[in-house]
């Protein structure tokens, strides 16, 4: 919950304080689910052979060099301070990047590395009749590794990315774009239409990571399958023309018309085509109520 009090992150009894964007929280400590799945423990190990080879596998003269390039190392800002790493710490965040993506760990401090603009520049999500919902990254020329992440998919109205995992290596792009459908669906599985994709990517060379960049898309709804119609010709059968009734004798003899009353309107702009008419008697007609036309 949020509270009023001074800037805080860490545990104190069992309150956990921790920043967020809508200020100063609070929550009560609580055990986090451990799964172990077959990634953590792989992490775990990576994490734990980094850790211990700074002690074991390592010379006294080693240790003082990785301790020296520490010092230029800065640590990850928290409540807008930040500090430098130790020997140690530089050390295992180094060998356990490589062996993350699969390379051996080093004994000595690499070089710092300047790295350029991020290659990928977007995330596009579409439908393939063939293999259905398609990820792909536009990419460019890439000169480094490039470190795949992504997050579960989520609702669209989600605007930022709340945790995501490593997925693997971007491979080689062709046409300037790169399919990573493979790699996400094998931890998260297919996406469903309307749902949201976050990806995150970073270059990385001799242990060292770029800023990551973040690309996120929707899923289109897959495309209907449209009905086609037949046109139905018919056929008409030709047939002579009907024969006009011939008017019998006792109609030859038309009475005229009687001079009924009708109602034209209550407005004085409509036509009024019995005003020519001689204005006569008004006759009833019989079983009906008698009409006064309004003039």
């Not at 080693?62 to 130790?86: F, G």
């Not at 995150?200 to 709804?221: M, N």
């Not at 086609?228 to 004798?249: E, G, M, N, Y």
Request: proline share 11%; net charge positive.
């Amino acid at each position: 919950m949020k509270i009023m009090d001074s800037p805080r992150t860490g545990k104190l009894a069992s309150v956990v304080f921790y920043p967020s964007r809508f200020g100063q929280c609070a929550r009560t400590r609580t055990i986090p689910r451990d799964p172990k799945t077959e990634r953590q423990n792989r992490m775990r190990a990576i994490f734990g052979s980094a850790s211990r080879s700074w002690g074991v596998a390592l010379s006294e003269d080693q240790r003082l060099r990785w301790v020296a390039a520490a010092q230029a190392v800065p640590s990850h800002p928290s409540l807008a301070q930040y500090s430098y790493l130790s020997g140690q710490q530089f050390h295992v965040q180094i060998n356990s990047t490589l062996q993350c993506i699969g390379l051996p760990p080093v004994s000595e401090p690499p070089a710092p590395v300047t790295f350029g603009p991020n290659p990928v520049s977007d995330l596009v999500i579409d439908h393939d009749p063939e293999k259905g919902t398609r990820l792909r990254l536009n990419v460019g020329p890439a000169s480094e590794d490039i470190m795949v992440f992504g997050q579960a998919p989520c609702s669209a109205g989600r605007m930022k990315p709340r945790r995501v995992y490593y997925l693997g290596l971007l491979g080689p792009a062709a046409d300037g774009q790169r399919d990573i459908t493979d790699l996400y669906t094998a931890r998260f599985g297919r996406p469903a239409p309307g749902q949201k994709i976050f990806i995150a990517t970073c270059q990385t060379k001799d242990g060292w990571k770029a800023r990551e960049s973040v690309f996120s898309a929707i899923v289109p709804p897959a495309p209907s399958v449209e009905k086609r119609q037949v046109p139905l010709k018919a056929t008409v059968a030709a047939s002579a023309p009907a024969a006009k009734p011939q008017p019998s004798a006792s109609a030859a003899k038309v009475s005229p018309p009687l001079h009924q009353a009708m109602y034209q309107g209550s407005t004085w702009d409509v036509p009024r085509e019995n005003k020519a008419q001689k204005r006569g008697q008004l006759t009833s007609i019989p079983g009906t109520p008698l009409v006064h036309g309004v003039w």
